[in-house]
């Protein structure tokens, strides 16, 4: 059976002393009514949510202890990093890119609107036709859609050996909740001119999906500036959160950034579960 999702854990937590409005199923909503009415009830089940939050938070910062975190900017060295440090200490790997079709099947328009919009568009209009801009605003991944289904998959996976977890979806503001220390988590920042290099090294324009546009070259400045856009958000995340992130550039070897990444998490040090 799946693991209950983050909403899920939250609300079954426990039960306050007044029964909750069916506004309150959904966090944002009953903030915004909280805001127009702050009545006595209001501020009494808004403070009883944020105790339970913090509650689920701890929970799951010890069920994933044994995890960690590589994110980053598309093209930075993930997943080859994750799988060499998998190698080398025997850990097993989670790669979000893996499963995003997946989630994207257990999904619904209402948990996912942005991923149910994108899945109904035309190639041009998703790499073509809209700025670098929206494309940056309207992603699903980098707007932290489907977030709970690899938590989900994290908490369902055995606990025996640690796990790395590697992927563009591991947003610095959603991990940070759930890391026991700073040290199990890091973010690849790649440079412009090395997310460039990989691109090229991929095929450029007659890249995958880039391909089936009917204006390949402006579909991929419109990938690469939309990428340096988001690496440019994980870089002011990680940094106000105070959460470790490695630059990439053409000069980084892979050599050099396993033994960083390995440093960092201190692998053979922390405990398996």
């Known amino acids: 059976m799946a693991a209950p999702g983050l909403a ?78 998998a190698a080398q200490h025997g850990l097993s790997v989670y790669s979000t890119d893996d499963v995003m079709a997946e989630h994207a099947r257990r999904s619904s328009p209402e948990d996912c609107p942005l991923l149910h919009k994108f899945m109904e568009m035309g190639m041009d209009e998703r790499w073509v036709n809209r700025s670098p801009e929206t494309m940056l605003k309207t992603f699903h991944w980098f707007q932290g859609e489907g977030f709970n289904l690899i938590i989900e998959d994290l908490l369902s996976l055995p606990r025996e050996r640690g796990v790395i977890v590697e992927g563009f979806r ?51 400045h419109n990938l690469l500036e939309r990428d340096r856009m988001f690496t440019d958000i994980l870089r002011e995340q990680t940094a106000r959160l105070g959460l470790r992130a490695i630059e990439i550039d053409t000069t980084t070897t892979e050599v050099d950034l396993i033994k960083r990444v390995t440093d960092l998490f201190a692998i053979a040090t922390h405990p398996a579960v």
């Open 8 to 85: 899920h854990c939250v609300s079954t937590l426990g039960r306050p002393r007044r029964a909750a409005p069916t506004v309150v199923s959904n966090l944002r909503p009953f903030w915004l009514c909280y805001k127009v009415r702050k009545d006595e009830e209001a501020v009494e089940l808004y403070r009883w949510i944020r105790f339970r939050r913090c509650l689920a938070v701890v929970g799951f910062q010890e069920q994933l202890k044994h995890v960690y975190w590589i994110g980053g900017g598309s093209g930075a060295g993930k997943s080859t990093i994750a799988r060499r440090l």
């Open 170 to 220: 591991l947003l610095p503001q959603l991990v940070s909740p759930l890391l026991c220390e700073s040290s199990q988590a890091v973010w690849l920042l790649p440079a412009p001119d090395f997310r460039q290099a990989v691109v090229n090294s991929r095929g450029g324009q007659a890249w995958g999906f880039l391909a089936r546009t009917t204006d390949p070259e402006r579909a991929l």
